[in-house]
């Protein structure tokens, strides 16, 4: 079992309360959205055509479709920007600040760790204080090495099915949601594998986690 001392976990206390890790782009921040935007300006624009995003950026000047290289530069230029261009998804500050009354929140994004200080001071402007993990490697891993063999509750979000699905093997009891900010996107998204469940937005969520984690806030009190 991975442990902490496997990843850089010492800055995190988790109290004797439920957990709920949850991705950032496109879960807790936009991210399409604003990429779209940063990709207007850089003359390319992100058609909603297929659920990815490579092959769907376009040359706004000739049509021609990027290699995968200068994708992935756009992707680290983005990112090194990200606090000029990403803003919270709806709902999602007054919902985990809710959350956090009756559970601990930790955020775990799939970043390069040269974007790490930039992305924290972006959650702390919109006042998201919640302890942060960036790792580029499987999340399941991480979850278990977060939540170890506790017996409470344990929640997860995000919006790729890779991510939901290792967590789903690594941590079996861990309640799984599917959440994507835009739209146009969502509409795109492949039906939800077993045991994973689809939710519109920060609303719909509120209400899945608000149970699972107040299940066991009243088996304990009860
Ligand atoms: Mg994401």
Redesign the pocket.
Known sequence: MATRQDYDLDHIRLTDRPLIVC?????VLE?ISPFAAFLRSQNHELLPRSFHLHGNIVSTLDGSVPEAAIVSAFLDAFFAAQDKWQMPAEQAVETLHRLADDADIVFL??MSPRHRIVRRNLLDRFDLHFPMVATEGPKGPVVTALHGARPLPVAFI???ER?LLSVREHVPDCLLLTMLANADFRALAPEPCAGIRAVAGWTEAFGLLQAHVCADVRSQTG
């Open positions: 991705d950032i782009d496109e879960v991210f994004t799939a995000d919006d790729i991510n």
